[in-house]
């Protein structure tokens, strides 16, 4: 069973930019269709960003195109966002989570492995 554990979140201005990383641990990311997620406060948590198993393929979520990338280093079993211009509503825990599909997923019901979460807060 994988575990995941986010890091890289923090305060930062309107415009800035941050580097999340998720380093996996009992299982390889290689194998699994690694995703982001992020949860506003009072809000449902939703689907950010994914990279299909192989990498290969990558899905965003509509306000965050162009401007966030998701990467994966199987060396160091740790998959990155790369955040640019980063705007006050992007500010929620983002989440990092595992499906055992081998495609992009975009539904939270498909990743069976989810990491506790790292605090992005965006200043105006």
């Known amino acids: 069973q994988v575990q995941l554990v986010e890091s890289g979140g923090g305060l930062v201005q309107a415009g800035g930019s941050l580097r999340l990383s998720c380093a996996a641990s009992?299982?390889?990311?290689?194998?699994?269709?690694m995703g982001w997620f992020r949860q506003a406060p009072g809000k449902e948590r939703v689907f950010v960003a994914t990279s299909s198993r192989s990498g290969i393929s990558t899905l965003f979520e509509d306000s965050v195109r162009g401007r966030f990338t998701i990467s994966r280093d199987n060396a160091k079993n740790t998959v990155y966002l790369q955040m640019n211009r980063l705007k006050p509503e992007d500010t929620a825990v983002y989440y990092c989570?595992?499906?055992?599909?081998?495609?992009?997923?975009?539904?939270?019901?498909?990743?069976?492995?989810w990491g506790q979460g790292t605090q992005v807060t965006v200043s105006s």
């Open positions: 009992g299982g390889t990311i290689s194998t699994y269709s």
């Open positions: 989570a595992a499906s055992g599909q081998p495609f992009v997923r975009r539904s939270s019901n498909d990743y069976a492995y």
